[in-house]
């Protein structure tokens, strides 16, 4: 690994190289994310995979390869809507979807809960115990995924959900009313204008086609939950700014529909989000035919793709179009969509919520194997077989822990060339 100014200007130029279409269409957006990255190294490893898988390239490819996230941390899990109207807790966020061996997840994954941790003013020590939580709650999960083939179509939801959780899915239960009533007009019938979202009603035509391509791929769980004629008739559409971490300075629109009905707290807002190639791509090692299923030229299809491997009765409004052949997620904006915050949690709280979401990766690693390979899947077995499980474990929680420590160095360097004004000219250009 390159060390001292080679080291710092690897972080740089592989930040900018990340960022260049990002500085190009929106710089003020680049701008905030960078200050928002260099203020500690939690954001900033939220906010640079490329840089962090760049340092993997090519390795594992002995391992068992998976449908990977490809992007685990912490803020990644949270609250989503079911197909049946309930909430249940899932990974949230698959842009970086691609396959790879199954560590490149779970070693990211336990690199995004130490920083939290770390974040929150745990000492390294204590921050590598919520690491293992995650690492030996995953493997637990794989193994029951062995025992029992049903474990892997288990949800959590409602009820179900564990006590650290709870107040998440409590605020997915918040009324549809009062949720959409802070981001519209009921009397006009149009979108709240914050400094985030800002009224474009004259590209209805543009996003009218998008949305008209995106329709015909919408697929109702049931013959119960088909949509009302007019479901996506138009009635506004806006530009929202400043979401994300990763995504920040991607476009994204959101479109006022018809919705279920015709009272104002039937209309549904889908977000339009600006969808590019996933940073595994070219890094991620190659296991045979591994890779033929991804689409680069259509990255919003290859995440829909990733979310129906990954979650099973997800929302069905989730899919993808493109705009003037850029392709575009889209997604409802929902009350029953809640993100996390790892802030939230004390330390005692954090570690029982690594162990959450440790056993749910596993369980949705090998759902999407079983959904792209069917019955002959045999991947939690050839997990549990890659190696003796304390060994493992062992091995694991050195290189996060290595990779904790590169985090920290490559968020100290990026840090002082933020101060130094290395990024302001080229966000400015």
Not at 84 to 102: K, Q, R, T, V, Y
Not at 151 to 167: Q, Y
Request: with cysteine; net charge neutral; proline share 4%.
């Amino acid at each position: 690994m390159l060390t001292g100014r080679h080291r710092r200007l690897h972080v740089r130029d592989t930040v900018i190289e990340d960022h260049l279409l990002r500085m190009q269409l929106v710089p003020s957006a680049v701008s905030s994310k960078f200050a928002d990255i260099a203020r500690s190294p939690f954001p900033f490893f939220r906010g640079t995979a490329m840089l962090y898988y760049r340092d993997l390239a090519g390795s594992d490819a002995h391992l068992p390869f998976v449908p990977t996230v490809g992007d685990v941390h912490p803020e990644n899990f949270g609250v989503l809507p079911g197909a049946d109207g309930e909430p249940l807790f899932s990974i949230n966020d698959m842009d970086e979807a691609w396959m790879a061996p199954f560590t490149w997840d779970l070693g990211r994954g336990a690199v995004g809960f130490a920083l939290a941790a770390i974040e929150g003013g745990a000492s390294r020590k204590k921050a590598m115990k919520v690491a293992k939580q995650f690492v030996a709650a995953y493997l637990d999960g794989v193994e029951k995924c062995v025992a029992d083939p049903e474990e892997a179509t288990r949800r959590v939801s409602g009820d179900d959900a564990p006590k650290v959780f709870r107040r998440y899915m409590k605020k997915a239960g918040r009324s549809r009313e009062s949720f959409l009533r802070k981001r519209i007009d009921f009397d006009e019938l149009n979108f709240r204008e914050t400094n985030r979202v800002r009224r474009r009603p004259g590209l209805t035509p543009l996003i009218d086609d998008a949305v008209r391509r995106y329709s015909r791929r919408v697929r109702p769980s049931s013959a119960k939950d088909e949509l009302p004629k007019d479901f996506f008739r138009i009635h506004d559409v806006a530009i929202r700014t400043g979401s994300g971490t990763a995504s920040r300075g991607l476009s994204r629109f959101w479109v006022l529909v018809e919705g279920w009905g015709k009272s104002a707290e039937d209309k549904v807002i889908l977000e339009l989000k600006m969808s590019r190639h996933s940073v595994l791509d070219g890094l991620a090692p190659k296991q045979g035919s591994a890779s033929a299923s991804h689409d680069e030229f259509d990255p919003a299809k290859r995440i829909a793709d990733a979310f129906d491997a990954f979650i099973i009765d997800g929302d069905p409004l989730y899919g993808y179009t493109d705009i003037e052949g850029v392709s575009f997620l889209v997604r409802e904006r929902s009350p029953q969509k809640v993100n996390v915050d790892a802030g939230d949690f004390d330390s005692s709280e954090l570690k029982k919520y690594a162990k959450l979401c440790g056993r749910m990766l596993a369980r949705q690693h090998v759902r999407a194997d079983r959904f792209l390979n069917g019955k002959k899947s045999d991947v939690a077995a050839r997990i549990l077989g890659a190696g003796h499980t304390n060994i493992f474990l062992f091995d694991t929680l050195e290189l996060v822990a290595e990779q904790v420590d590169t985090v920290l160095r490559d968020h100290a360097m990026f840090a002082a060339d933020h101060a130094a004004g290395a990024f302001a000219e080229i966000a400015e250009e």
